[in-house]
């Protein structure tokens, strides 16, 4: 049981990405799902959540309008599509499926700067 995080990389400001989570082991379809970001030294932040039936998001007000979470459940895959990036939005970036204990993946490094 696993996920895996890749899409990451360095981008200049105002430009985009789409973070992918792989998950392994189970159907993602039977979850909802998050995203969150870490930088050194600060509290992992919860940057965007998509319900079960993917009929429901929610993101950080950092984020709103910029960032997109979806999921193919046909691909047992969790996307986040991050548009007009900001250098604060450098961190890595971690999806997270709820349980006791939540499975986390390894996270991707997302660098915003010119």
């Known amino acids: 049981v696993q996920l895996v995080e890749s899409g990451g990389g360095l981008v200049q400001p105002g430009g985009s990405l789409r973070l992918s989570c792989v998950a392994s082991g189970f159907t993602v379809s039977s979850y909802a799902m998050s995203w969150f970001r870490q930088n050194t030294g600060k509290e992992r932040e919860l940057v965007a959540f998509?319900?079960?039936?993917?009929?429901?998001?929610n993101y950080a007000d950092s984020v709103k309008g910029r960032l997109t979470i979806s999921r193919d459940n046909a691909k047992n895959t969790v996307y986040l599509q991050m548009n007009s990036l900001k250098p604060e939005d450098t961190a890595v970036y971690f999806c997270?499926?709820?349980?006791?204990?939540?499975?986390w993946g390894q996270g991707t490094q997302v660098t915003v700067s010119s």
């Open positions: 997270m499926r709820p349980g006791i204990p939540n499975l």
């Open positions: 998509i319900s079960r039936s993917g009929g429901s998001t």
